[in-house]
């Protein structure tokens, strides 16, 4: 009932929010990515996009497709593997951000282990920054984690805003240095968020550094300050600072695959899990488990 090439461009439009970014993801034209839509929409006999000149929205319906795209998009890729007969071995080294440690991502791969159970995957959890110095240095096939919106590299998995976050009850004294909550260099939201105070001529000071996640999370669910976060991965127990606290803009963040630049016998799993990434971005960013 549903081409899988028009469920695939489905989930490239909904994680991106962008028949742009769908279309440059996917290698196609915007026309191509715009008629997927259409055709499916009409098969669905639903609206799965609202969408003017300036956004795009999913509807209700569209949500609800998200969860039915994905598996059966799963179920294609099994069955294809299963009556080829390709069977992936080796070793396959992967590298993911510390923003991904609250998300559904341990389901992805779970399920990549499940279908090529003779790949031996290994996993390093570390700031972006560093992911992407590791994977320069040929110590990894595959990373996904964030870039700087200058940077060109990458297979874009989803489109976001920063936002700083912090605990509900925190109260920010305007007259005072801004307490910061943030990654050790080379971490790209530090990055981002001293730069965008710097831009605004804001004073700063450092209330907590930690490489994970999960010690920044405690630090401002203590009420030491306040972090850059992005805002599909908001933490349970945070919330978005208020704008009237007059923090300034942290712009915007893309979460992108990366593979490594030589050829190396672990593509073809870099690949598989790869697509795998791709087809079940969404639960990464909606909802942790």
């Known amino acids: 009932m549903y081409d899988p090439s028009q469920l695939r461009t489905f989930l490239a439009v909904a994680q991106t929010l962008s028949f742009t970014q769908a279309a440059r993801r ?55 593997a299963f009556f080829t007969g390709t069977r992936l071995r080796g070793r396959l080294r992967f590298g993911a951000s510390e923003d991904f440690v609250l998300t559904r991502l341990t389901e992805i791969l779970e399920g990549f282990r499940h279908d090529h159970p003779e790949v031996d995957l290994e996993l390093t959890v570390e700031l972006s920054g560093t992911l992407h110095e590791q994977l320069a240095d040929g110590k990894l096939d595959l990373v996904l984690a ?31 240095p801004v307490p910061l909550i943030v990654y050790p260099p080379p971490g790209i939201t530090r ?5 965008a105070l710097e831009r605004q001529g804001r004073a700063w000071r450092i209330a907590c550094t930690s490489g994970s996640l999960n010690g920044l999370i405690a630090a401002a669910r203590a009420g030491l300050g306040v972090m850059a976060h992005s805002r599909g991965l908001v933490p349970p127990g945070l ?3 208020p704008d009237r606290v007059g923090l300034p803009e942290l712009g915007e963040v893309d ?14 799993a870099a690949d598989a899990l790869a697509s795998s990434i791709l087809a079940g971005g969404n639960r990464l960013y909606r909802g942790a488990p």
């Open 26 to 80: 996917l290698g196609l034209r915007q026309s191509t990515v715009s008629q997927h839509v259409r055709r499916l929409e009409d098969t669905a006999g639903r609206q799965l996009f609202s969408r003017d000149t300036h956004s795009v929205e999913l509807t209700e319906d569209g949500e609800a497709m998200l969860g039915f795209a994905r598996r059966i998009l799963e179920a294609h890729e099994q069955a294809a």
């Open 239 to 241: 919330v978005r600072v």
């Open 255 to 268: 979460f992108v695959l990366v593979h490594a630049k030589r050829h190396t016998a672990a593509k073809s």
């Open 191 to 195: 990055a981002l968020a001293l730069e």
């Open 146 to 176: 964030k870039r700087r919106p200058e940077d060109p590299r990458g297979e874009l998995v989803w489109h976001d805003r920063l936002v700083w976050i912090g605990a509900e009850r925190l109260r920010l004294d305007p007259e005072r």
